[in-house]
């Protein structure tokens, strides 16, 4: 069974990726924006030094749940390996950062392997590599590229520099906030985030940013509603996570982090009021589901006449799902492609 798994016609990045690691047989291998497979199990019995980096919770959750060591944060560069694996992400700046990194936890003439569906930019990534490491190797299979480089003299050490630099978290002109290359509209107030801003009446207690991003209406609504007792912020990526709490210091006791899959993890319960504008899209790909189980779950998060501002794309069906779990559901506004709904259980 595991042979004809290997053999499948239709191999995904994650899968040709970690194929391909096998036919190397590293003995220190790191693996950066790590995904659960079934391969993994081989190649942890094959290689002697396993480090998994992954910083998005559900991914993270599915490699501890298969018993395999994973951590959001790069190994020290004093750390060097023979092998690095990298999946881009959704972001070309961080992608680059990523890139970066590995060349510099490689070992001489250690080697980085990339995998990359073509739809998500495989032949540019391959582009930017090359300019970096100088030197490549390619080819294509199932829609996807797969290249890799060696660490030798050709490698530029200057530009992973400056790719490192660019994709560090850094105050964005536009909101004042701190932000990151990679995470959902990094570099300027999104719509959608700013229209449920002007939607919200006065809020007391204790509530939670549902999917709170960098905290952009966490910090405008501690900034502006001094009767918010306690805020909970909820993130899946740690980056975006670790960049709310530096935006939200001002008010530290009021806040409460939790790095969590909100569609699956628990959440906090009996609250006044919660604030959502739901994901929709799980990796690369467009996912309304997640959405729409974001958005269930936060019903039952609320108290009694507890209240619910969410905001989503105007397309999007919360409408239907909303009434079937609290007892008023209105839309308040519906403008620029966006629409804000509000709900009391």
């Not at 199932?142 to 050709?154: D, L, M, N, V």
Request: aromatic residues 6%; hydrophobic residues 35%.
């Amino acid at each position: 069974m595991q042979v004809q798994f290997i053999q499948s016609q239709t191999m995904p990045a994650t899968q040709l990726l970690y194929q391909a690691a096998l036919e190397l047989s590293p003995t220190r291998l790191l693996i950066i924006n790590a995904h659960a497979h079934a391969l993994l199990t081989m190649i942890r019995e094959q290689a002697g030094h396993l480090y998994m980096h992954q910083h998005q919770k559900s991914e993270y959750n599915a490699l501890k749940q298969s018993g395999f060591p994973v951590t959001v944060t790069l190994p020290d560069h004093s750390r060097l390996y023979d092998l690095v694996l990298l999946r881009p992400g959704k972001n070309r700046q961080q992608t680059h950062a990523w890139m970066a990194e590995a060349m510099n936890r490689l070992q001489e003439n250690g080697q980085i392997m990339v995998a990359c569906a073509n739809h998500h930019g495989g032949k540019s990534y391959e582009s930017s590599l090359k300019k970096m490491a100088g030197n490549i190797g390619s080819r294509s299979k199932s829609k996807c590229r797969i290249f890799s480089a060696r660490k030798t003299a050709t490698f530029n050490a200057d530009l992973a520099t400056q790719w490192i630099n660019d994709a560090k978290p850094q105050r964005i002109d536009s909101h004042g906030l701190i932000s990151t290359p990679g995470l959902f509209s990094w570099n300027r107030p999104d719509p959608g985030s700013s229209l449920l801003l002007r939607q919200l009446p006065a809020l007391s207690g204790i509530g939670m940013d549902l999917c709170c991003g960098y905290g952009l209406l966490a910090e405008q609504i501690l900034y502006n509603q001094a009767d918010v007792e306690q805020i909970h912020l909820v993130e899946a990526d740690r980056l975006a996570l670790d960049c709310a709490i530096r935006n939200t210091q001002p008010w530290r006791q009021k806040i409460h982090p939790h790095w969590s899959d909100a569609a699956s993890e628990p959440l906090p319960e009996q609250l006044d009021w919660i604030v959502c504008n739901p994901p929709f899209h799980s990796g690369q790909s467009r996912d309304v589901d997640l959405g729409q189980s974001i958005a269930l779950r936060a019903c039952k998060c609320l108290r009694r006449g507890g209240q619910l501002f969410l905001v989503a794309n105007r397309k999007l069906p919360y409408e239907h799902l909303l009434r079937s779990e609290l007892r008023q559901c209105q839309t308040l506004i519906e403008t620029d492609g966006f629409k804000v709904i509000k709900g009391i259980r």
